[in-house]
């Protein structure tokens, strides 16, 4: 069971960056996925998250109106649109499959975390 992130890098201030995420080994198809990030000497934190069939949402405030979670079930695939990027948007992002039907942005609430994309915005 693996779920592989992709598509970090460096970018600048309101630069885009689109990151995918594959999982191996189970189907994405019963679980809600997330995105989370955590930056350097702060906790993770949910960035956004998409329920199992893909109809419901949430996002993080900060991330609100810039970023676009999306998934591909038959590709059993995830993807992080990041748009607007920001300074404090620079964390490792990882992904995250819940055995849940609904979005969730609680970390307790995953079981399978990908072991996580650089992205580092600069100003």
């Known amino acids: 069971v693996q779920l592989v992130e992709s598509g970090g890098g460096l970018v600048q201030a309101g630069g885009s960056l689109r990151l995918s995420c594959v999982a191996s080994?189970?189907?994405?198809?019963?679980?809600?996925i997330g995105w989370f990030r955590q930056a350097p000497g702060k906790e993770r934190e949910g960035v956004s998250s998409i329920s199992m069939t893909g109809d419901r949402t949430q996002y993080a405030d900060s991330v609100k109106g810039r970023f676009t979670i999306s998934r591909d079930n038959a590709k059993n695939r995830m993807y992080l649109q990041m748009n607007s990027l920001k300074p404090e948007d620079t964390a490792v992002y990882y992904c995250?499959?819940?055995?849940?039907?609904?979005?969730?942005?609680?970390?307790?609430?995953?079981?399978?975390w990908g072991q996580g994309t650089q992205v580092t915005v600069s100003s």
């Open positions: 995250a499959a819940a055995a849940f039907s609904s979005p969730t942005m609680q970390r307790s609430t995953y079981t399978y």
């Open positions: 080994g189970f189907t994405l198809n019963y679980y809600a």
